[in-house]
């Protein structure tokens, strides 16, 4: 079975400092992968995704970039994190290109200091 | 851009109790919806899909609803239980392909009173 794993649970970075989210699938080849982000009280918003290796496109301008360095790998950097990057970040992946469910991991809380 | 929204922030039951939880959709060309769960401190769980080229679709306890004409979707659960309590997010595709990229909603926070 397909399983994703996201790491670390919680973080606390001071501002300024660099972040690196990583997120793995295990049990598929190829997949979509995705990196959300949820603001407290709020819905998911889709920040980048993924569909092969070093294939990446952004949704939205920002702090953050992502990188595919393998099939199954995504990690999500900044290399200075401002206190408006804080948030619940959560990895998903999914299969082909149409009507497909996304699965999400357990997803990271960052919050900036 | 388009979105998707809900109407009601919260939603408050008794256990046993029907639960419907609605949601409104402006993007036309959507042509995929889910329905995810999501309880504190987790990630989203997929409840339900369904596809524009049907109007409902059953699971276990849940019923999805989906009217194209005024872009309504809502999510039925039957004998609601305390388990169920949750941020629940509707999420649409839209069409052609797009790689399963989402938008979600806002989120519907439901209650269940034992």
């Known amino acids: 079975s397909q399983t994703i794993h996201q790491w670390p649970a919680t973080l606390v970075q001071p501002v300024g400092s660099p972040l690196s989210l990583e997120c793995t699938v295990e049990?598929?080849?190829?997949?979509?992968l995705y990196w959300y982000r949820q603001a407290a009280g709020r819905g998911l918003q889709l920040l980048f995704y993924?569909?092969?290796?070093?294939?990446i496109s952004s949704e939205v301008p920002q702090n953050l970039s992502a990188s595919r360095p393998q099939d199954r790998q995504f990690i999500l950097s900044s290399k200075k994190l401002l206190l408006s990057d804080s948030g619940f970040y959560l990895c998903a992946w999914s299969v082909g290109r149409k009507n497909t469910e996304a699965f999400f991991g357990q997803g990271t809380r960052l919050t900036v200091v | 851009g388009e979105s998707v929204g809900l109407h009601l922030p919260t939603l408050s039951v008794q256990e046993g109790d029907n639960s419907i939880i609605n949601c409104a959709y402006s993007n036309s060309a959507s042509d995929y919806f889910i329905w995810y769960k999501q309880e504190s401190g987790k990630g989203p769980q997929f409840i339900i899909d369904i596809r524009s080229n049907m109007d409902k679709r059953q699971g276990q306890r849940v019923t999805v609803l989906l009217n194209k004409t005024v872009k309504h979707l809502s999510l039925q659960i039957a004998a609601t239980q305390p388990g169920d309590s949750a941020v629940y997010f509707c999420?649409?595709?839209?069409?052609?392909?797009?790689?399963?990229?989402?938008?979600f909603g806002q989120g519907t926070i439901l209650t269940v009173h034992p």
């Open positions: 999420a649409e595709k839209a069409g052609g392909t797009s790689y399963g990229k989402l938008t």
């Open positions: 993924s569909v092969g290796i070093g294939q």
């Open positions: 049990g598929t080849s190829n997949p979509n």
